[in-house]
């Protein structure tokens, strides 16, 4: 399985919406329900911040937001804050039994 | 309070080989399923395996299949990998990582230390 397809950037301001994608195929993003989203700063461990597609662990913002079309997921975060800045990985199960990561997205907020 | 903590990278000549070891504390072990995810410096994030909450389903990636072995030790609260026929697109920072449900392998998401440090893998001649 190859990478999933990320963006390798976007940027928004603070209070604005962005979206970032992650496109698969059918062995993957399309044809599981099991895609995760994980937020990465500079020099730390990656946290989860969405899995099963749009389900928030406790603990994160609900300014989070995910959904699914066909191979292609994607998170939402809405109300941007200075703290968003990170890079960001969407994961998928996959039909080999193992994960497969986006090649990951970096957010710049203005 | 969950902790992972990864042992076991250094420097390596190509064709060598290491064993990680990662000891867990803070949840209940032998119920939940671990990965090994790795990453190279400036680059992102690379699952490499991953093996069940008893030990009897794991599972690779691509770039690993036949050189690696994963393995755990529910006594011991403790998770390896075996790295063979180690290659310079072996360098890397390994992080340990456990499923974040119980009995859920792989499916809802995998969770990191968030002070996991990973343990460095240095391949070079």
């Known amino acids: 399985h190859s990478a999933l397809t990320q963006p390798a950037s976007v940027s928004g301001s603070p209070g604005q919406s962005i979206t970032i994608s992650c496109t698969g195929a059918?062995?993957?993003?399309?044809?599981?329900?099991?895609v995760s989203w994980y937020q990465q700063h500079p020099r730390t461990a990656p946290k989860l911040m969405i899995y099963?597609?749009?389900n928030r662990p406790s603990g994160t913002s609900t300014r989070f937001s995910g959904s699914k079309s066909g191979n292609t997921a994607s998170l939402t975060i809405s109300a941007l804050q200075p703290e968003d800045e990170a890079d960001y990985y969407c994961s998928s199960y996959t039909s080999s039994g193992t994960l497969v990561f986006g090649g990951g997205t970096t957010l710049t907020v203005l | 309070e969950v902790q992972l903590v990864e042992s076991g990278g250094g420097v390596v000549g190509p064709g060598g080989s290491l064993r990680l070891s990662c000891v867990a504390s803070g949840f209940t072990f032998d119920i939940h399923g671990l990965s090994w995810v790795r990453q190279a410096p400036g680059r992102g994030l690379e699952w490499v395996a991953g093996?069940?909450?008893?030990?009897?389903?794991?599972g690779y990636a691509d770039s690993v299949k036949g050189r690696v072995t994963i393995s755990r030790d529910n006594a011991k609260n403790s998770l390896f990998l075996q790295m063979n026929s180690l290659t310079a697109e072996d360098t890397a920072l390994y992080f340990c990582a456990r499923d974040c449900s119980a009995f859920e392998w792989l499916a809802t998401g995998i969770c990191f230390d968030p002070r996991g440090q990973g343990t460095p893998v240095t391949v070079s001649s």
């Open positions: 059918h062995t993957d993003v399309g044809g599981f329900q099991y």
């Open positions: 093996i069940n909450w008893n030990g009897d389903s794991a």
């Open positions: 099963e597609v749009s």
